[in-house]
């Protein structure tokens, strides 16, 4: 152990400006000492989410602000080097906040509650970038979306948006495996192969070089009956003109409009969920937490067997991790984006 | 019994234009014979429904169409004056489709899935209006809606727009009786004054001269739990943002943009669906034909004890039919718009 590299903001990007190096500084400080329960954590994966972005974003958002100089907030795996809390000792893995640094100091007995609470990984499935990946959060979040708030049925017919994206790579193995016609809808012809590939899906729709309406009518003809939508926008009203009777939309992101200070149109096919009963919800993973455990099980059952791969995209590196936070608003990822920070120990 | 009037379409209204009486054409016709398994019905009230400007609109809709010389639709409550079915006696209560007349043969074994069909009301409560009313379809939609889309909790907020509607002033009333604190949303301080004394608001919001963001954060100041909505456009939009965590938005209609061509935008707002994990569900009161006698049943008890008024807006005359459909859209009505077309029955 030497010293700590950190990311830390130094200006909040401008609606229009993709995320991207140049809003961060690059800084080395020295390793925090630890106080009475707490544990020094040595950051060994960096995951990315697009809700990342409205914490240095100006505008409304259901997160915190990080404030010009603060380190860059991140969840990611990392493995206890110093603890002074009697439930951690050297060599767990843990899943934290860990921020975009090399080591944080974290305190069990305080955790923010508003974001997603450190938790132990226990017997831990190598490499460790599964429990960021299909074993992590983005498994979870695809997991209770689709099932709990999108009710999914064996023969249900699945459509999801930024399918080969992290949270849809999962949704496309999970409905997959639930018995599910699933139609993934991605940009380009090389993730509308991956996802076949890769993630699941029985079909794929490219959204840059095809009608979307056209080839859901084709792929859908009796209609969609669960839609997990990451994007919103077009493909959204889209896809609302398209739904089965009782349908239920799992809205789980927007990256489509999420940035964008207006200028832009709601949903206007929303009347459709009366002419097919449907229903659109929104949901957070952070409130499933007390039933992590279930899916969980679930998961690394469907894993051990084999159904369910751990589609991620890693970069290695810190020093990339902007760029590879970046990369989700390029849209050049398959799978769920990474940053190997450190290689796994032993 | 003479002969049978009837209103009959002449010309599809234009998307800018209200339904008016220039629109149809009055004609006279002989009263038609009854087949066997068939009764004649006299029409003694009609009733009105938003829908049914999209029977005869060009655009896109999940009713039947009616052609230009068609006897217009709409449901109404007639006497049995001629019967040649065993179940159908004459001096029977039934409320049906009669369309737009004073005669219609009706066919109990012949019912068009599409709208609802007829129905003999056992014990009719005097005056018959009530058939159309609070004991109708009206305090249906509102009954189904507000318990069974809504999932109405006592201590709810709940949030109605068009309050001075027909469906609007059984949920206020309805959502009340339930044990909620109920906000209605109308045009004018004289339907605000009227929903708050004869349909069970607790408080109105004027859109026409408030600012309906402004008070909804004043008169909700923990949000909304149950928004029923029968407008949609800005409203939707504003209401929104004002969710409670775990909001249920109940989409009845949307009178404000449902007959506009384009031009439009959605409820842009939709993504505050996430951060209150909160949820929009259409509904049509068609589906819920097998539990109309539970909804009854309640209605009639709450009717029996006084807690619900029969909040009518009656027109007398046949002849008045297009511009009693038409005040819907001009928004004049307080309460469950009916027209009178012969007396009750002694």
Chains 1, 2 share one sequence.
């Not at 193995?173 to 699933?182: D, H, L, N, P, Y």
């Not at 200070?261 to 009347?271: I, K, L, Q, T, W």
């Not at 097919?276 to 998961?299: H, N, P, V």
Request: aromatic share 8%.
């Amino acid at each position: 152990m030497t010293s700590n590299r950190q990311w830390r903001l130094k200006r909040h990007p401008e609606p229009d400006e993709v995320i991207a190096t140049e809003h961060f500084s690059f800084a080395e400080t020295p390793i925090a000492d630890i106080g009475e329960g707490e544990f020094l954590l040595k950051t060994l994966v960096l995951g990315t989410s697009p809700a990342q972005r409205s914490y240095i974003s100006k505008g409304l958002s259901m997160h915190d602000k990080i404030a010009v100089g603060d380190v860059m907030r991140g969840r990611g795996t990392g493995v206890v080097v110093q603890s002074r809390h009697p439930d951690y000792a050297e060599g767990d893995i843990v899943v934290a906040s860990t921020g975009w640094q090399d080591y944080s100091v974290q305190s069990p007995g305080h955790q923010n509650p508003n974001v997603l609470s450190l938790q132990k990984v226990i017997d831990p499935v190598r490499p460790l970038t599964t429990t960021l990946g299909v074993l992590g959060s983005a498994g979870a979040t695809a997991y209770f979306g689709l099932l709990d708030v999108g009710k999914l049925r064996p023969g249900d017919t699945v459509v999801v948006s930024a399918a080969a994206g992290g949270i849809g790579s999962c949704a496309g193995q999970i409905a997959r495996i639930a018995g599910c016609r699933v139609i993934g809808i991605a940009g380009g012809p090389a993730k509308c192969a991956w996802i076949k590939e890769a993630a699941g899906y029985h079909a794929a729709i490219d959204y840059k070089n095809e009608d979307v309406g056209d080839r859901l009518s084709e792929l859908c003809p009796n209609g969609v009956d669960v839609f997990f939508d990451n994007v919103g926008g077009e493909i959204l009203d889209t896809v609302l003109m398209h739904l089965a009777l009782n349908a239920r939309i799992v809205i789980c992101g927007f990256i489509a409009t999420d940035y964008k200070e207006g200028g832009y149109s709601g949903p206007r096919n929303y009347v459709n969920l009366v002419r097919k009963r449907a229903r659109m919800e929104g949901f957070f993973i952070f409130d499933y937490r007390t039933r992590f455990a279930e899916a969980d099980a679930r998961l690394r059952a469907w894993f051990d067997a084999g159904k369910l791969v751990n589609t991620v995209d890693i970069d290695n590196g810190l020093e990339h991790m902007p760029e590879t936070l970046g990369s989700l608003f390029r849209g050049t990822n398959c799978g769920i984006k990474l940053c190997q920070v450190a290689p796994d120990p032993d």
